[in-house]
């Protein structure tokens, strides 16, 4: 790629280049097939990074011969848009697929949409224009908001669609790309009314491995090579898309993994809940023997027992865990069927082995939550105080009623409530625990994005795109009526 002249091309070009030469690589990815992809995570480059998921699709999608896949991610500054891999603009491409892991993150993508002077609606899209592609988490599940915007939404697990991609992705017009793909059962079509049949899942993640092919030095997991060690989660919380959406659960095998780790020492361990995989008892010695240093994703609290806990005082001073609430009656409701003992008993184990800080994620803003509720969340705090913490972390998230859960039919509960609730906590807390709140404007916006129907997509767009140019999320005018 011929350097930029003009200034404003050159600082940008710099930044990405920059980017590119702080990442190791793990496996050469060859870039050679006629059909340019841009994969663009709609986020910044740190939260890009700590997606295996976007590095590993970039990964397949390079191994489809007449494809040629880079990488881009998303700032506002930028204009030209130029790709992590050779710094080559985004206009080159004739295929833009989105990886949508969030629902916020749509803004981004309308954003750049309306940069790039492509229309935001699929309906009025021309031949000349880029085919827009949705991939991700959130595909799972049908969002008819993405029906409006995406020409394309592929569905499900991407390891699971190479083999038709194969036959259907080759460089030609984009007429022509989109009637092959709309014959693909785990594909959506929205211009042309094609639903999805299916969603793609893999048997099996043996075969194709997901392991990062390069590692990045920036995100939540810098400095580490990422695997994933389970796909999907054999619980059911009533809240939670991964537990309903993403099944049958499946997991690397523990040889395939010891083979993959052998040439590392900084591992990020990438599961719905490690602490579910099978062999992890087995494995543990091994790490320790390679002096493999491990960070996880997410770990679930009745399966910590002592042999885990001590091995993770060796990596980390904190754990986390997610209760979700400390009132049992409102867990049960959320489908986090733990006991108050047994969240008592991890905590207190975790405190003999010499943890003395704890973070815990927290639901609030059901309907059925009462004083009550709330006191039982202080007097919990009270009493792991006197365990002998000397910090005790809460974050509390506002409950978002998603799609394909058992709580879809659920509306979140009024923003004035939730501040009120809010309050309560904080007062209820403020001396025993540090507590931190998810901005409920963030939370509200992903709600509609996730709750919009085919009705009120294109009215609730034309809202995102506006506040897409407003810098400051908080002084939004999106309002709780729309
Ligand atoms: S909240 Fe965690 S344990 Fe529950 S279904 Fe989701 S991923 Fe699984």
Redesign the pocket.
């Given at each position: 790629m011929r350097r930029p002249r003009d200034r404003k091309s050159y600082g940008e070009f710099y930044i990405v280049k920059e980017f590119k030469s702080t990442e190791r690589t793990v496996e050469d990815i060859n870039l050679e097939g006629d059909l340019r992809v841009a994969l663009i995570f709609p986020n910044t480059y740190e939260v890009a990074a700590s997606s295996l998921g976007f590095n590993l699709v970039w990964k397949w999608f390079n191994k489809i011969s007449q494809v040629r896949c880079e990488r881009f991610f998303f700032d506002k500054t930028f204009d030209k848009f130029y790709s992590l891999d050779t710094q080559t603009p985004l206009d080159e491409f004739p295929v833009w697929a989105f990886i949508m892991h969030f629902e916020n993150d749509l803004l981004n993508v309308l954003w750049l949409l309306k940069k790039k002077a492509v229309p935001v609606f699929n309906t009025e899209r021309r031949n000349f224009d880029p085919l827009i592609i949705f991939g991700g988490a959130l595909t799972y599940t049908d969002l008819p908001i993405f029906n409006a915007i995406a020409d394309v939404i592929l569905h499900g697990d991407f390891e699971a669609m190479m083999k038709d991609l194969q036959e259907v992705l080759a460089y030609e017009s984009r007429e022509r790309l989109v009637e092959k793909i709309s014959r693909l059962d785990f594909a959506s079509v929205p211009v042309l009314r094609k639903d999805p049949r299916t969603v793609a899942l893999s048997d099996n993640i043996n075969f194709l491995v997901p392991s990062s092919p390069l590692i990045c030095t920036k995100g939540e997991f810098a400095n580490r090579l990422l695997v994933e060690i389970e796909r999907g989660?054999?619980?059911?919380?009533n809240?939670?898309m991964?537990?309903?959406l993403k099944k049958p659960v499946r997991f690397l095998d523990p040889q395939i993994l010891k083979e993959i780790l052998k040439d590392h020492r900084f591992v990020g361990l990438i599961a719905?809940?490690v602490t579910d995989y099978p062999w992890l008892d087995e494995i543990i010695p091994w790490f320790e023997k390679q002096k493999i240093q491990l960070s996880f994703s997410?770990l679930?609290l009745d399966k910590l027992n002592e042999n885990f806990l001590r091995f993770l005082k060796k990596n980390q001073q904190s754990f986390t865990i997610?209760p979700?609430s400390l009132s049992s009656r409102i867990r049960k409701i959320l489908?986090?069927n733990f006991t108050d003992e047994q969240i008592l008993d991890v905590l207190l184990r975790a405190r003999r082995i010499g943890f003395d800080e704890v973070k815990m994620y927290m639901i609030y803003g059901l309907d059925e939550e009462n004083d009550q509720d709330l006191n039982q969340i202080a007097d919990f705090v009270n009493e792991v105080r006197r365990m002998g913490y000397k910090q005790i972390k809460l974050s509390f998230n506002p409950l978002v009623p998603k799609r394909g859960t058992k709580m879809e039919v659920r509306k979140m509960q009024d923003l004035k409530i939730l501040k009120d609730k809010m309050k309560v906590i904080k007062r209820l807390l403020s001396r025993n625990a540090k507590v931190l709140f998810e901005n409920l404007t963030a939370s509200y916006l992903q709600y509609r994005i996730n709750s919009a129907d085919e009705y009120n997509s294109c009215e609730l767009i034309q809202r995102l795109e506006d506040l897409s140019m407003n810098n400051n999320l908080m002084r939004s005018s999106l309002d709780y009526s729309l």
């Open positions: 989660c054999p619980w059911n919380c809240f939670c991964m537990g309903a719905s809940n997410s679930r997610a979700e489908g986090k």
